[in-house]
């Protein structure tokens, strides 16, 4: 049965991992909170920023064509987020967990989402300081 999550402690990742208890079975699957990280996750430690190309991240189908909503979400923009961590993918490419903000498209609304995306989408940030945003 579902139950509510636990209150993080101080030595409980900033990312809750969940592992595949021992009485799962195929057809019912029991998940535990993991005190770790599955082995191939790499936290940045201090947090990078970085440009999202979110374009390519939350790509829509590009053969659907519908009305704009005014009301919904913009992605067709680079967005300036922060780096938190790499994981490989299932087919070897990398994925970077990445803290950004999502914009609705008349700028009254946002929201943070904290997100794998591949890593082809993310731009490192120059060292300049020119960089107003």
Do not use: C, I
Not at 17 to 29: H, I, K, L, M
Not at 33 to 40: I, L, T, V
Not at 66 to 79: I, K, S, V
Not at 111 to 119: E, G, L, S
Request: hydrophobic share 40%.
């Amino acid at each position: 049965m579902n139950q509510p999550a636990s209150v993080p402690g101080p030595s409980d990742p900033p990312w809750p991992w969940w592992q595949r208890d021992e009485s799962s079975t195929p057809t019912r699957p029991v998940w535990t909170r993991a005190r770790d990280a599955p082995e191939g996750f790499r936290p940045v430690d201090p947090p990078r920023w970085v440009w999202v190309d979110l374009r390519a991240a939350l790509r829509k189908d590009a053969f659907t064509f519908t009305d704009e909503d005014p009301g919904g979400l913009q992605y067709r923009y680079e967005a300036k987020g922060l780096l938190r961590a790499w994981m490989p993918a299932v087919d070897g490419s990398a994925l970077a967990l990445v803290t950004y903000q999502l914009l609705t498209a008349d700028l009254a609304w946002r929201t943070t989402v904290t997100a794998f995306v591949p890593a082809h989408t993310v731009r490192f940030r120059s060292r300049t300081g020119r960089e107003t945003r």
